[in-house]
């Protein structure tokens, strides 16, 4: 069971590995050196790639400024100066497409005449549209 004398070449190879690489640090400064610089300049392309990584998403957000919020916020403004320049007398249509003269105007609300003696009272935002003068005559 105990052998003494000499191993077989086979048993000698696989317990005697070569240390390519030693644990221990060299002597020569030159491998540190090299190592740091190889070490900072992937740094510096990160830098770079995570800045042009959130580009697309810098365009995107300007492309939809332009296309829906800027016009939306337009139109918006566009229909508040109409609200507030509502006058008595008015031919205007109302959200749900209702054809009528402005008989009172209040802070909040107004009143529109839909038809001889039937008002209606709404909610000033609820006017989509100022109507020329004699459109809502002729329509009756």
């Known amino acids: ?14 317990t005697a590995a070569p240390r390519a690489h030693s644990p221990l ?11 740091a610089f190889a070490q900072a300049a992937p ?11 959130l580009l697309p998403l810098v365009l995107m ?3 939809l400024y332009f296309i829906m ?8 403004k566009e ?5 507030e320049a509502l006058a008595k007398g008015d031919e205007v249509v109302l959200g749900g497409g209702v054809l009528g003269r402005v ?7 107004i009143h529109v005449e839909v038809a001889n003696g039937v ?8 006017v989509m549209q100022v109507l020329p003068k004699g459109t809502f005559s002729s329509a009756k």
């Open 61 to 63: 957000f300007v492309v």
């Open 119 to 126: 008002e209606l009272q709404v909610q000033r935002p609820a």
């Open 69 to 76: 919020i800027r016009p939306q916020m337009k139109r918006q």
């Open 103 to 109: 008989t009172k105007l209040g802070d909040a609300y």
């Open 79 to 83: 229909h508040k100066a109409m609200v």
């Open 1 to 14: 069971m105990w052998q003494v004398g000499p191993r077989p070449p086979a048993q000698a190879a696989a």
């Open 43 to 53: 740094a510096a392309a990160s830098t770079e790639s995570s800045l042009f990584s």
């Open 25 to 35: 640090p060299s002597k020569d400064p030159s491998v540190f050196i090299s190592e």
